[in-house]
C-alpha cells in the first residue's frame, strides 16, 4: 500500500494505483474525458490535469501512478486555467458547434466538461476544417467531424471486444480514426458490436438508430439482460413514451461485464421495429383468419385439443421465460400426457452435458473462467458468429499471450486470429480430443494411467488418419494445452447434441488431466430450462394431426414450417405476423421480449430476471399468462414452483 | 440614481435570442424598471444613442460588411458588450458556411436551391454588403459578456440583465450555462 494526500485527504491505495483512481476511490472529483473506468489509461486528453508537489509542471493523474508521500491538489486558479485551455484546443480542432448535435444538451462530456469548467465561450476558433462522415455501417455512423481522438473507441475495439479493427492514422491535428487499413466501417472487420458507440464521449460515433430520440435527461435507463442468446448479457434499455430508445451494455453485470454483441443492441430492436404485431387473437372461420374474442379462441383451442389428444404435438420456443416453458410443460406433459412435446432445439445444446451430469455432477465452470485462461480450445462451435461475446472474451486476450486452439470442420471463422486452428474431418472431435491426451502423455508434459494411453504413439498417429489433422499439429496443440495454467475447453453443438456423451466423456477426461475449465455454450436464452423441464426430446411433427405451437416473439424456421405443412389444426401463440400464423387455425397474440418479464438461466446456470420494459399494447398477453389461460379452459391449474422443477433434475452447471 | 442605457441590434442571427428576450414575459416589466431601453431591432429607435449606452447587447455573428459596420458602432458606443447567443458567442448555425467555399456558397444559394429558377443570378450592387466568412463577435471586437445557447433560455436572460441593471458582471452556471 502507499499513502498519498489529495486536497489534504490522507489516503491509502494498493500500489500502481493511479491518482486519478485514488481521488475517486476517495470521492474527490478530477474532471476527464479520454478516461474510462473499463479501459487501460491513455493520457490523451490532458483534462485531469492536477498539480503534484515538488513537480515541474501540471501532471495528468490518469497515468501518474499514486507513490508514497505523494501531495496532490485537484483545485487551483492554475489547474482551472490549463483545464479551460485543454479544453478551447479540443473545440478548435473540429467542428463542435453544439447545437447541430445529437449528443448536446447532457450527453456529451465535451460539453459537460466545458459547463464544469464554467466555459461561457471557447478561446479559439475552429480551423474549419472538415472530415468525411462514414455512414457505412447499417447501424452506426463515425462523424470525424466531433471527434476529439481520445481513442476511447479504439481501445474499447481491443480491450473488450478484441476485434481490433479501430485505429489512427497520421499524427498531431491530422489524426485521423481508420477502420483496418482504412476502409469504410461497413466494409471493415468491424462486427458491430456497437461498444465504441456506447464508450464515445461526444457525437463522433452515432448510433443511427437512437439518434435525435431524445437525451439520457428526457429517457429513462432500466436494467434487464439481453435473451438472444443463452450468455444473458446484462444490458440497460433506454426508454422514452413506452419506446425504447437504445440499448447498452451494463457494466455491472458479472455476466458479460459491459460487452454485448450487434444482436443485443440493434438486433433485437430491428426485429421489433419490423415486426407486425399479432393484435387480436384469430380464429379461421370459412377458410379465413378472423379476429375473435380471448374466451372465443380458448374454447375453440381447447375443443380442438382435447378432440386431437392422442396425435397432438407441441413445441416451444427455448427463448421464452422459464415461467413459460414451465406452465408449457405442466399443462402438455404432466396435465394432457402428451407425447409429443419439446422446445425448439430439443436438446442439441444440452443432450451430452445432461447424460454426463446424471454420474458427473456438476462439472462446468463458468464463462468469467475465461478472463484469466492462458490457453482456450474451443471444439465444434463458431464463437466468432454465434455466441459472440463468448467470442470477444475470448479475442481480448489473445495480446496477453493467451493461446487459442480452434478445432472446427471449417476453422475458416477463425481464420484470421494468430493462433492454431485445428481443421478437422466431419464428426471426428472425439478422436482429435484423444489425439491431444496421448499427445501429453507422449509428450511428458501430462501423464496418464488409463488404457487408452498406453501406446500415446498409435492414439495419435490414429488421432490424425481419422482427423486429417497433421500428427506435429496435434502435438504442438498438446504440448500447449499441457503446459498452461489455467486452461478453458469452450464447445458447442457437434459435442453437446450427442445423448450418449461420448465425444463430450473424452473432453471431460482432457479437463481432469490438465484442470481445464469446461464451458458449453446453450444455443437459446433458456436452452438449459428447456433442458431440465425435459423439454429436448426429438419430436416428428410430420405425423402429428394438430400442433401448439408456441413461438413468442420469435419467427418460425422453415425447418418448422415444413414440418407442420401437412398437420390439419395449428393453435400458434405468436408476438408478430409470420407464415405460420398465416397458416393457424387458432392465433393467440402474446407479449414480445420487451413486453414481458420472465426469469432465463444462462449458460452458466445463473438465474436471471428479465425486466418488463414497455407496456404492452392491444390485446397481447404474456406467454405464461396465455398459457395458463388455455390449462383453465381444459381443467388444469398451474403452479409457480419452475425453481424446484429446475433443480429436480442434474444438472452441468449449478443452477441458482 | 439615473437608470443604465440599454441598445440592442441583431446581426447574423435568426431573432430567437431576441425572441426569447421577450419570452421572460412579465419580468420584462422588471427589467423595464431598472433600465432604460433605448433602441433595439423590435423598438423605434434603430441606433444605439451618439453619446453612448451603458450596455450594448447584440444577437448573431458577423457574416458581411454591414454586421460589421453595426458591430463596431455598438463596441464604440456602450460600456458593456453583450454577446447574446452561440452565434454571437461561437458563429453558430450561420457558421456552417465556413466549412464551404464562401463564392461557391453563394453561388449556390442565389442560383441552386430549390426555389430559383433558371434566371437566377448572383446579385453584384455595390450598394449591398459584401458576404464574408462568418466571425465570432469576439474575433472583431471586446466582448465583455458571454451569454451561449440557442437562445439562451428566457431564465439566463433575465439574470443577465438584472445581474447588469444592478451594476454587477453576470455569472452564468448551472442551468443558465447552456450552449444549445
Excluded at chain 1, 444440452?350 to 480450445?377: I, P, Y
Amino acid at each position: 500500500m502507499v499513502h498519498l494526500t489529495i486536497d489534504g485527504k490522507h489516503i491509502e491505495v494498493p500500489e500502481g494505483t493511479t491518482v486519478l483512481r485514488a481521488a475517486q476511490q476517495a470521492g474527490i472529483h478530477i474532471p476527464t474525458l479520454c478516461d474510462h473506468p473499463h479501459l487501460t489509461p491513455y493520457g490523451g486528453c490532458r483534462l485531469c490535469l492536477v498539480d503534484v508537489k515538488g513537480a515541474r509542471t501540471l501532471q495528468p493523474s490518469c497515468t501518474l501512478p499514486a507513490t508514497e508521500g505523494l501531495e496532490v491538489t485537484t483545485v487551483n486558479e492554475q489547474i482551472s486555467d490549463a483545464r479551460k485551455f485543454v479544453l478551447s484546443m479540443i473545440f478548435s480542432e473540429r467542428n463542435h458547434f453544439c447545437p447541430y448535435c445529437q449528443v448536446s444538451g447532457g450527453d456529451c462530456e465535451l460539453q459537460n466538461a466545458a459547463y464544469e469548467q464554467g466555459m461561457t465561450h471557447w478561446m479559439i476558433q475552429p480551423n474549419w476544417n472538415t472530415y468525411k462522415v462514414d455512414a457505412s455501417n447499417p447501424y452506426f455512423s463515425y462523424e470525424a467531424n466531433r471527434c476529439i481522438l481520445c481513442r476511447r473507441c479504439v481501445r474499447t475495439c481491443q480491450e473488450l471486444v478484441g476485434n481490433f479493427t479501430l485505429g489512427v492514422e497520421q499524427r498531431g491535428a491530422a489524426s485521423i480514426l481508420v477502420a483496418d487499413l482504412g476502409v469504410p466501417l461497413g466494409e471493415s472487420t468491424c462486427v458491430s458490436c456497437g461498444m465504441c458507440v456506447q464508450n464515445c464521449p461526444t457525437g463522433a460515433m452515432m448510433d443511427r438508430r437512437a439518434a435525435y430520440r431524445g437525451l439520457s435527461a428526457d429517457a429513462e435507463t432500466i436494467k434487464t439482460i439481453c435473451t438472444g442468446c443463452s450468455v444473458g448479457c446484462g444490458i440497460e434499455v433506454t426508454i422514452r413514451d413506452n419506446n425504447i430508445i437504445a440499448i447498452n451494455g451494463d457494466y455491472d453485470s458479472p455476466v458479460n461485464q459491459g460487452v454485448i454483441c450487434k444482436i443485443g443492441r440493434w438486433q433485437s430492436l430491428e426485429a421489433m421495429d419490423s415486426g407486425v404485431a399479432v393484435k387480436t387473437p384469430m380464429i379461421r372461420k370459412n377458410g379465413e383468419l378472423v379476429s375473435a374474442s380471448w374466451e372465443e379462441a380458448l374454447a375453440f383451442a381447447s375443443k380442438a385439443i382435447d378432440t386431437t389428444r392422442q396425435s397432438l404435438a407441441a413445441l416451444a420456443s427455448s427463448s421464452l421465460s422459464v415461467e413459460t416453458l414451465y406452465a408449457f410443460k405442466k399443462l402438455f406433459v404432466d396435465g394432457l400426457a402428451i407425447q409429443s412435446v419439446s422446445a425448439s432445439e430439443m436438446g442439441k445444446y444440452t443432450n451430452a452435458q445432461k447424460s454426463l451430469a446424471v454420474t458427473n455432477g456438476v462439472f462446468e465452470g463458468h464463462l468469467s473462467a475465461l478472463n484469466n485462461a492462458d490457453c482456450v480450445v474451443t471444439i465444434g462451435e463458431d464463437l466468432i458468429h454465434q455466441h459472440e461475446v463468448v467470442g470477444f472474451m475470448i479475442k481480448r486476450n489473445l495480446p496477453k499471450g493467451t493461446a487459442l486452439i480452434c478445432v472446427d470442420t471449417d476453422g475458416s471463422a477463425y481464420g484470421n486470429l494468430p493462433n492454431s486452428v485445428i481443421k478437422i474431418n466431419p464428426g471426428t472431435e472425439q478422436q482429435l480430443v484423444k489425439g491431444l491426451i496421448a499427445g501429453m502423455v507422449k509428450l511428458g508434459v501430462k501423464s496418464c494411467a488409463c488404457d487408452g494411453c498406453k501406446n500415446p504413439d498409435q492414439v495419435v498417429q490414429d488421432a490424425a488418419n481419422a482427423t486429417g489433422v497433421e500428427s506435429t499439429l496435434i502435438l504442438d496443440a498438446a504440448y500447449i494445452l499441457g503446459n498452461a495454467q489455467s486452461p478453458v475447453i469452450v464447445y458447442g453443438s457437434t459435442v453437446t447434441s450427442d445423448v450418449d456423451a461420448s465425444t463430450l466423456t473424452t473432453i471431460k477426461c482432457l479437463s481432469d488431466m490438465i484442470s481445464a475449465e469446461m464451458i458449453s455454450v446453450k444455443g437459446n436464452a433458456n436452452s438449459v430450462a428447456s433442458a431440465q423441464f425435459g423439454l429436448d426430446q426429438p419430436v416428428d411433427m410430420h405425423t402429428a394431426k394438430a400442433a401448439v405451437i408456441v413461438l413468442g416473439d420469435k419467427q418460425p424456421c422453415d425447418e418448422l414450417l415444413n414440418a407442420v405443412s401437412k398437420v390439419n389444426t395449428k393453435i400458434v401463440f405468436s408476438a408478430y405476423q409470420n407464415a405460420l400464423v398465416e397458416t393457424a387455425d387458432v392465433v393467440f397474440p402474446v407479449n414480445n421480449w420487451a413486453e414481458e418479464e420472465g426469469h432465463f438461466i444462462n449458460m452458466d446456470g445463473t438465474v436471471q430476471k428479465r425486466s418488463q420494459i414497455l407496456a404492452a399494447n392491444g390485446q397481447g398477453k404474456a406467454s405464461a399468462q396465455a398459457i395458463h389461460d388455455l390449462a383453465a379452459q381444459l381443467g388444469f391449474s398451474i403452479d409457480d414452483h419452475w425453481m424446484e422443477a429446475l433443480q429436480s433434475t442434474p444438472a452441468s452447471v449449478t443452477i441458482a | 440614481m439615473t437608470k443604465p442605457k440599454v441598445a440592442s441590434d441583431w446581426l447574423a442571427g435568426c431573432s430567437g435570442c431576441h425572441m426569447s428576450l421577450l419570452d421572460m414575459d412579465e419580468r420584462l416589466l422588471d427589467i423595464i424598471d431598472l433600465v432604460d431601453l433605448r433602441a433595439t431591432p423590435i423598438t423605434d429607435l434603430k441606433h444605439p444613442d451618439k453619446d453612448g449606452v451603458d450596455v450594448g447587447i447584440l444577437e448573431g455573428g458577423i457574416n458581411n460588411s454591414a454586421n460589421l459596420a453595426v458591430a463596431k458602432m455598438m463596441r464604440e458606443r456602450c460600456k458593456i458588450l453583450v454577446a447574446l447567443g452561440d452565434c454571437a458567442v461561437f458563429g453558430g448555425v450561420p457558421a456552417m458556411r465556413n466549412f464551404f467555399d464562401l463564392d461557391e456558397t453563394v453561388r449556390y444559394v442565389y442560383t441552386q436551391t430549390m426555389s430559383m429558377d433558371k434566371e437566377a443570378i448572383v446579385p453584384k450592387d455595390p450598394e449591398l454588403a459584401v458576404p464574408q466568412r462568418v466571425q465570432a463577435l469576439s474575433e472583431v471586437i471586446k466582448v465583455d459578456v458571454f451569454v451561449p445557447g440557442c437562445p439562451p433560455s428566457p431564465d439566463a436572460i433575465y439574470h443577465v440583465l438584472s445581474e447588469l441593471a444592478q451594476g454587477r458582471l453576470p455569472n452564468l452556471t448551472g442551468n443558465l450555462l447552456d450552449w444549445h
